[in-house]
């Protein structure tokens, strides 16, 4: 595989979490390819909430641990117009999407990152590169 940014989604920081095997291979060879690997701001917001659901200190210490080796890129202004442009074409396009996957894939798309998920859904935004697993 080749890369030259990625973008890990939510549901791969989760599989992560929860130690699945071929997450933990994938991340081998992401780091193998040397890759930059980051993390949009709406997915620590995901994942943290799932840790304050779970009520489980110990679950915001592994997430705390896990976003200490990424970047983490914010929603800021350029990323907000370039989601809320995204939103539009799915509105129009009479598709539907979570606001935080739109989000992601804002800020995704203005770092020119690929995002690395297994949900389908990100394959309906036009523009996107997506690494499915």
């Known amino acids: 595989m080749v890369f030259e940014m990625a973008c890990l989604d939510t549901t791969f920081l989760i599989d992560l979490l929860s130690g699945k095997e071929e997450i933990s291979l994938l991340m081998e060879e992401l ?3 040397e890759v930059s ?3 949009a701001s709406p997915s620590v917001m995901e994942i943290w ?3 304050m659901l779970l009520g489980k200190e110990s679950e915001k210490v592994k997430i705390n641990e896990l976003l200490s080796s ?5 929603l800021d202004e350029k990323s907000a117009k370039e ?3 995204i939103e539009a074409d799915l509105w129009n396009s009479g ?10 894939a804002g800020i995704a798309r203005i770092h020119g990152e690929k995002v690395v998920t297994r949900d389908q859904h990100f394959a309906q935004i036009s523009g996107l590169k ?3 697993y």
Request: aromatic share 6%; glycine share 4%.
């Open 130 to 132: 997506v690494l499915k």
């Open 70 to 74: 990424f970047e983490i890129f914010p």
């Open 83 to 85: 989601a809320a442009e």
């Open 49 to 51: 909430l799932g840790a």
């Open 37 to 39: 690997i980051a993390i």
């Open 31 to 33: 780091d193998k390819t």
């Open 95 to 104: 598709k539907m999407i979570d606001i935080e996957d739109v989000m992601i």
